[in-house]
């Protein structure tokens, strides 16, 4: 799922993809939303299945 959030419609948005698991915001961020709902722990992309990291990213290339 890609989402678009503006808060303030003051044009800083903020853009991530996610699935049931994994979860990455366009500045790199990635959580486990599975494991870390509340989105407390910041995991490097080598964290992450190679898989997921290059769909996420080809997503968020798309939609910019």
């Not at 989105?39 to 490097?44: I, N, S």
């Not at 990213?57 to 910019?64: D, H, K, T």
């Amino acid at each position: 799922v890609f989402c678009h959030y503006d808060r303030n419609g003051d044009g800083i948005a903020t853009r991530f993809v996610h699935n049931k698991t994994w979860k990455l915001y366009e500045t790199g961020e990635v959580f486990n939303i599975a494991n870390d709902p509340l989105e407390e722990v910041v995991l490097t992309e080598d964290d992450v299945p190679a898989n997921i990291v290059a769909t996420f990213q080809a997503v968020l290339s798309e939609m910019r």
